[in-house]
Nanobody, 115 residues
Framework: QLLLVESGGGLVQPGGSLTLSCKAS????????MGWYRQAPGKQRELIVN???????RFADSVKGRFTISRDNAKTTVYLQMNSVQPEDTAVYYC?????????WGRGTQVTVSS
């Protein structure tokens, strides 16, 4: 089981940028699909992006063209670069890992977009 710890959340102004990090505890990270969900107040958790072990990515329409994801296998860390953020991006962002259907979750990090 991986232990996932997110960091980098906070308050950002509309149009700004923020980078979230998700540090995984074990080297087997390289074989896992990784990704990010978010959950806004009163809404269901939404899958926004994932990255497979070979680096393939898939983005939700809501973030396509604004967010990017990358992984550093040596550091067992996945990054979510958020650009041109908008108030509707305000949510708790959760990192996850998936290996053959076994899914682990981080505890989440709050991102608030406000002026």
């Amino acid at each position: 089981q991986l232990l996932l710890v997110e960091s980098g959340g906070g308050l950002v102004q509309p149009g700004g940028s923020l980078t979230l990090s998700c540090k995984a505890s074990e080297i087997v990270f390289t074989t896992h699909e990784m990704g990010w969900y978010r959950q806004a107040p009163g809404k269901q958790r939404e899958l926004i992006v994932n990255i497979t072990s070979d680096g393939s990515t898939r983005f939700a329409d809501s973030v396509k063209g604004r967010f990017t994801i990358s992984r550093d296998n040596a550091k067992t860390t996945v990054y979510l670069q958020m650009n041109s953020v908008q108030p509707e991006d305000t949510a708790v962002y959760y990192c996850y890992s998936d290996f053959e259907g076994w899914r682990d979750w981080g505890r989440g990090t709050q991102v608030t977009v406000s002026s």
